[in-house]
C-alpha cells in the first residue's frame, strides 16, 4: 500500500500511453528540420500548451527543465545579474533545492534573509516587509509545503514583494494538481513545477516567468528554449508532463473530493489514538497530506514497521530522508526535537481508496498496541 504520493506519484496509464510512441516510433530531435525533427517539435509545443494552460499563462513562459529542482535553481540563479541589490530572501520551510541554492549565494557574497513561520506554517507576513527593506532582490516562498501541506498566500506575499521593489518566485510543485493554480492571480515573478508530483514522469519540469522579466541561462550549448536551458528536450518526458498537467487540470475537483475524503477519515482514526498530533490542523492544507506525530515510538522505526506491512509512508521529505535530524520544517514551526522525530507523513493519491486508508489505520493501531 503506496501512501506517500507527496514524493512521486506513478504514472498514470493514459500519460503513459501518451508518450509511448516518443519513445519508439517518433523519436526524432526535435531541432531538426526533416519531418521526424518537426513532428517531435510539434509535440513539445502541445505540451508546452497542455502545461500553461494548468497555470494560466502564455506558452511562450513555460521553461521545460529536468525537474522541480532545476527550476527552482534556475529561479534563484537566473536573476542574479538583472539588478544591483544584494539580498535574497526565503521562508524557513523551503525545499532543499530552494534552500541550498540560496546559501551557495550566500557564500557569493549575497545577503540571506530567513522569513519564520509560526506554529501552523505559516510565513509572518508582518516581518516580511522589514526583510524586505533594503536591496532585496527575489523573495521565494513554496505554494504549499511538502511535509505538512499548507498552502500559503502568496498573492499577499507578492504584493508585499513587489511593494519594496522585489522579484517573487513561488515553488508550485507539491500545489500543483492539489488546487487550483493561476500564475496571474498569485501575482508572481516566477513558479516551479514538476511532472513526477501530478502522475507524469521523473525527469522533468518546468519553471514559468513573467512575460517580460529577463532571466540568465544555466545551462549552456544551444539555443533550446528560447536559450535558456540548453540541450536536447526530453521528448518524451515533455509529453507526459503535457498530458499529466491537462489530465491534473480537466480532473482537479474530482481528485480533491476523493483526497478529502480519505483524510477526514485518517485524521479522524488518528484522533482516536491517545498523544496524536496532527501539524498545522489550524492551517488551509492540501488535501491529500497529514503529518503526525505518534506518541511513543520514533518516526523512522514507524516507518519500517509499516514497511515490513507493505505500507509506504515518509518520515519526511524523501529529497532529504538521509539526514537523521528532524524536519527542519517541523523545527522551524517551533516543534521540538523528540516530538519531530515522532513524525510521519500520510499523503494519499488518487488511486488510494478507503479499503487501504481503512486497513493502513488497523495497522497503525496494532503496531502501536504491541508497543505499549
Not at 519508439?24 to 528540420?33: C, E, I, L, R, Y
Not at 517580460?212 to 521528448?235: C, S, V
Not at 478529502?260 to 482514526?269: D, R, W
Amino acid at each position: 500500500m503506496y501512501l506517500d504520493y507527496n514524493a512521486t506519484t506513478p504514472v498514470d496509464p493514459r500519460v503513459f500511453d501518451a508518450m509511448k510512441p516518443f519513445m519508439t516510433a517518433h523519436f526524432g530531435n526535435p531541432s531538426s528540420v526533416h519531418k521526424y525533427g518537426r513532428l517531435s517539435r510539434t509535440a513539445i509545443d502541445v505540451a508546452r500548451n497542455q502545461v500553461a494552460e494548468l497555470v494560466g499563462v502564455d506558452t511562450s513562459q513555460v521553461i521545460f527543465t529536468s525537474g522541480g529542482t532545476e527550476a527552482n535553481n534556475l529561479a534563484v540563479t537566473g536573476v542574479l545579474a538583472q539588478r544591483a541589490k544584494t539580498a535574497l530572501v526565503h521562508s524557513s520551510i523551503e525545499h532543499s533545492s530552494v534552500l541550498e541554492a540560496m546559501k551557495v549565494q550566500e557564500k557569493n557574497g549575497w545577503q540571506r534573509r530567513v522569513i519564520a513561520v509560526d506554529k501552523q506554517g505559516l510565513v509572518d507576513l508582518q516581518r516580511l516587509p522589514d526583510l524586505l527593506a533594503e536591496e532585496a532582490l527575489l523573495v521565494s516562498v513554496m505554494a504549499a509545503n511538502n511535509e505538512t501541506g499548507v498552502i500559503q498566500d502568496i498573492a499577499r506575499i507578492s504584493d508585499i514583494a513587489h511593494q519594496h521593489g522585489a522579484l517573487m518566485h513561488t515553488d508550485a510543485v507539491q500545489a500543483a494538481g492539489k488546487i487550483a493554480i493561476s500564475f496571474d492571480e498569485m501575482k508572481v515573478d516566477m513558479m516551479s513545477v514538476s511532472a513526477h508530483k501530478i502522475y507524469g514522469p521523473k525527469g522533468v519540469g518546468a519553471l514559468i516567468k513573467a512575460p517580460r522579466l529577463a532571466i540568465d541561462a544555466t545551462l549552456y550549448g544551444g539555443g533550446h528554449e528560447n536559450g535558456l536551458r540548453a540541450g536536447t528536450e526530453n521528448l518524451a518526458g515533455i509529453v507526459g508532463f503535457g498530458a499529466a498537467a491537462a489530465l491534473a487540470k480537466n480532473e482537479l475537483d474530482s481528485r480533491k473530493a476523493h483526497f478529502e475524503k480519505l483524510t477526514v477519515y485518517i485524521e479522524q482514526q488518528l484522533a482516536s489514538i491517545a498523544g496524536v498530533s496532527i501539524m498545522s490542523q489550524q492551517a488551509k492544507r492540501v488535501a491529500n497530506t497529514i503529518m503526525a506525530s505518534i506518541p511513543g515510538i520514533e518516526g523512522e522505526t514507524l516507518l519500517m514497521q509499516l514497511d515490513q506491512k507493505n505500507i509506504a509512508v515518509s518520515s519526511g521529505s524523501a529529497c532529504s530522508s538521509k539526514d537523521t535530524e528532524p524536519s527542519h520544517v517541523l523545527a522551524a514551526m517551533g516543534m521540538a526535537p523528540e516530538l519531530a522525530r515522532r513524525t510521519i507523513r500520510i499523503s494519499v493519491g488518487k488511486e488510494t481508496t478507503m479499503d487501504e486508508a481503512r486497513l493502513f489505520m488497523t495497522t497503525l493501531k496494532d503496531i502501536l498496541r504491541i508497543q505499549h
